[in-house]
């Protein structure tokens, strides 16, 4: 026995001892093997989990926004992550979504809270709603409305009484609609778990005093709403009693100090699926098995609770994301931004936790010993007194090599940095390394109905050269947009003289503009000369491009655009953007400031104010035949709806940035000429939903920044037909495989031995094998490579157990597959990798 760490502390263990001995009696514990889900009645807590009608609960949570979705995407997300093990559905709620303008409300459509969580409850499933109503999410403002930034002495998220009337206001709001509604679970609903503020303590210190009494402010505000289930805190970890502190990050289970109180349970907030992306950005991975290595870790260290941060992350439509945060938000999720199955993430974790279900009444009950059994190799063993329930997690701790554990007098292989479940303490039924669902990859099939012709044309802005001064200086960005719009002109004139010119002919003097962010499109005459932008990390850029001046009057146009305000840090109501000097370089008489010139100040583009994203305001301009591209120009276009269900995206080829709407409805932004460092568009493909697309002639207008031509955009479906799988000899059974019985875990078929598992998406069937190898193969579906081995029967097999059939099973076995060729390694594992295509 070694002295436990982290989760497992000292004060742990006699808090678990205390509630394993003074359990009830053994009938309570045998009550939890069910699946419980119906929230009706009382929810508190005590050292080893949430209690929700006097029953211990395993959480797994799925992170689901509602306004990144539509409402008739809902029902199938919800069903999605029920189907991968998800009992619990969290979600942010969007102040700015829901209170707009001043004391109008939006609880309609995609911002239709109340039947989100009816959904979510008419699914059988419990709810976590995250109040803020600060979320950060990178959702613009961080779900802050932009009119609080224009309350007199306001500062945010601080003991400062203007924001605390207005915070306490909208979370008064909510909790009063949910109570209306029965929603929450002692009146028989869904939500067991709710959330006030958001990550404080990583900006708290910069508000000294006021920051530690605001957070005792908001706590003693949120019990006193009376919702009668327990209150969180994220990443707060002097979180007031009796609210709990969780973790935030990807290893809670080693990082996670655990709960400031012995009597509060361990809770994962936030378990982040890959990593969201901002415009300028390279992909961004998480691996299927660490997700699952960091389940099972935290779990089997006394947590009770995870939420994957995103299960579902959908798009940031029109202007909703926060600062250069791409439209589509957490793809690499279990369900993709289509809501099409990301596997094998979405399968390891169903997995996961049914190992971890099967694993359930030891880990409520039971009380927990850590035993170091070699270098790097552990065993968490949990063992319910008086009773037979024990359940172990083997883990090797090694990131590099495979190592073999004594257990029990039993010898288990683990592959690097691994953990494997043991549900009865002798039975492998899980292992975090070894992958034993499918797999699959997106693909995206260009569409010959939707792309017959778009029939284009355009309609292009002319730069103001309004001169009545509003200001001597450029105003700031915002205080102008009030958040309306992305866009504010600036714009002023200057007379220059024959001698102020540069005597070279050839040689143009320099515009450069000094800007707090985010970008600009600069215009001199009429003419574009260009455009500029910061990062998410340095919004600040200066702009410098050769401009035509000319003798006598001369025009300046500035477009300042922005992408979202922020979503973190401290002072949030103080951020600022636009030009803040402008200065002309390489006069003959010397370089001349225009910052004090006189500025006059439009606030968003014409086609805007016009909507002639619409069909009506559309009609409200001239469009003429497209030429080859040009900046400030809107396209216009029509198109019928894509062949079959799959979901829709729009692919913007050619185009540089700007904005896309679908019969109306704002898919987003896109920026397509921010390359990553691989030098590609961090996002191409922009997600349509099948619900704004009518049968036919369907309305498309894209409003072009940059100089981007539509010739080349395209409209295609996507899909995941392309299936692979990769199990090896030595791969565990899959934890679907058993079930609880009498206080055990029995197999449900006689035949553990490893298996690849072939299914097809919507009912199609397995309509070729395109590649299938038993030996050495490597790479990763859609990628495979033939290794030194293989087996030349392989594919005949696997086409005669599979052609033609919606799923297939084919045995991991060197005897189904006959005679090798090639050198295999000696003393390694044969694996079998198969890809097939999956169609009608």
């Known amino acids: 026995m070694v002295k436990p760490g982290h989760l497992l502390s000292t004060t742990f263990f006699l808090s678990i001892l205390l509630v394993a001995y003074c359990a009830t009696d053994a009938g309570n514990a045998e009550a939890e093997e069910e699946e419980e889900n119906k929230a009706e009645g009382p929810v508190t807590y005590d050292a080893r989990s949430i209690i929700v009608n006097g029953k211990r609960v395993l959480l797994f949570s799925g992170a689901i926004h509602y306004p990144r979705s539509t409402p008739e995407m809902w029902p199938d997300l919800i069903l999605k992550a029920k189907r991968g093990g998800i009992n619990t559905i969290e979600t942010y709620i969007f102040w700015n979504g829901h209170e707009p303008v001043q004391g109008q409300f939006n609880f309609e459509g995609q911002y239709d809270l109340v039947k989100f969580i009816k959904l979510i409850h008419q699914h059988n499933m419990y709810a976590v709603l995250r109040l803020g109503p600060f979320v950060q999410a990178e959702w613009n403002n961080g779900g802050i409305p932009y009119w609080l930034r224009e309350v007199p002495n306001i ?11 207005h915070m306490q206001k909208f979370i008064t709001l909510i909790v009063k609609k949910m109570k209306e509604e029965k929603l929450f679970a002692p009146q028989g609903g869904p939500i067991v778990l709710t959330q006030v503020e958001n990550e404080y303590n990583t900006i708290q210190l910069a508000y000294r005093e006021k920051g530690e009494s605001y957070i005792k402010w908001a706590a003693k505000m949120a019990l006193g709403l009376d919702v009668d289930v327990p209150w969180i805190m994220c990443k707060q970890m002097d979180a007031p009693d009796p609210i709990i502190n ?43 098995e660490d997700l699952a290595y960091s389940v099972a870790r935290f779990f089997s260290r006394n947590g009770s609770m995870v939420n994957y941060y995103m299960y579902y992350g959908g798009t940031n439509y029109g202007r909703t994301s926060s600062s250069f945060t791409s439209t589509r938000y957490y793809d690499e999720a279990p369900l993709d931004e289509y809501g099409l199955f990301r596997e094998p993430k979405w399968g390891h974790l169903k997995d996961v936790h049914k190992a971890l279900n099967l694993c359930k009444k030891a880990l409520l009950w039971g009380v927990p010993t850590v035993d170091k059994l070699g270098a790097q190799l552990e065993a968490i063993v949990w063992q319910q007194p008086g009773a037979q329930a024990c359940a172990a997690f083997l883990a090797n701790n090694n990131t590099q090599q495979t190592q073999t554990m004594n257990f029990k007098g039993q010898q288990y292989r683990l592959p690097p940095r691994s953990i494997s479940v043991l549900p009865d303490c002798k039975t492998v039924v899980f ?23 778009f029939n284009w044309e355009m309609y292009r802005e002319v730069p103001p050269t309004e001169t009545a001064m509003q200001s001597p200086g450029p105003k700031e960005h915002w205080i102008l947009s009030k958040d309306t719009t992305d866009y504010v002109w600036f714009t002023s004139k200057l007379e220059l003289e024959e001698r102020d010119l540069p005597l ?41 491009k050769p401009a035509p001046f000319k003798e006598g009057t001369n025009h300046v146009a500035i477009l300042s655009f922005v992408v979202g305000l922020p979503d973190s840090g401290a002072y949030m109501e103080r951020r600022y953007a636009g030009p803040r000097s402008i200065t002309i370089l390489g006069l003959n008489t010397g370089t001349l400031d225009l910052t004090e010139n006189g500025w006059s100040h439009q606030v968003g583009v014409s086609g805007e104010k016009k909507k002639i994203y619409t069909e009506e305001g559309s009609k409200s301009v001239t469009w003429t035949k497209p030429d080859q591209g040009g900046a400030i120009t809107w396209y216009k276009g029509h198109f019928d709806a894509p062949e079959g269900n799959n979901p829709v995206a729009i692919t913007m080829t050619g185009m540089g940035k700007g904005f896309v709407w679908i019969n109306g409805n704002n898919i987003g932004r896109y920026w397509m000429s921010y390359l990553s460092p691989l030098k590609q568009p961090t ?10 697309i009518k049968p036919k002639d369907n309305l498309i207008v894209i409003f072009e920044e940059e100089q981007g031509s539509p010739k080349e955009v395209y409209i295609s479906t996507a899909n995941r037909d392309l299936t692979c799988s990769v199990v090896s000899e030595l791969h565990p059974p899959s934890p679907r495989l058993f079930e609880n019985k009498g206080g055990g875990i029995r197999p449900l078929v006689n035949d553990l031995k490893p298996k690849a598992e072939l299914k097809c998406p919507d009912q199609k069937v397995i309509s070729l094998v395109e590649f299938a190898s038993f030996g050495d193969p490597f790479g990763s579906c859609a990628a495979f490579v033939q290794g030194n081995c293989t087996a030349p029967a392989t594919k005949q097999v696997v086409e005669k157990l599979c052609m033609g059939k919606p799923t297939c099973k084919i045995p991991v076995e060197a005897a189904e597959f006959g005679n090798m060729s090639g050198s295999c390694p000696p003393n390694t594992p044969k694996i079998l990798a198969v890809q097939v295509i999956c169609g009608k």
């Open 431 to 453: 292992n975090t390394n070894q992958i034993t669902t499918q797999h699959n990859s997106r693909n995206f099939v260009i569409s010959e109905i939707a792309n017959k012709n």
């Open 683 to 692: 996002q191409s493909e922009y997600h349509i939903p099948r619900v704004f």
């Open 246 to 288: 969780t973790c935030n990050g990807r290893h809670c289970g080693d990082t996670f100090p655990g709960p400031n109180k012995p009597n509060k349970p361990a809770l994962w907030t936030e378990n982040w699926t890959a990593q969201f992306r901002v415009f300028g950005d390279p992909p961004s991975q998480r691996s299927a």
């Open 504 to 544: 070279k002919k050839q040689v143009l003097p320099t515009l450069r503009v000094a800007s707090e962010g985010h970008g600009i499109h600069a215009f001199v005459n009429g003419e574009y000369i260009g455009t500029d932008h910061g990062s998410k990390v340095e919004k600040n850029f200066v702009f410098q």
């Open 155 to 165: 500062i945010f998220r601080s003991d400062n009484e203007p924001y605390k009337e």
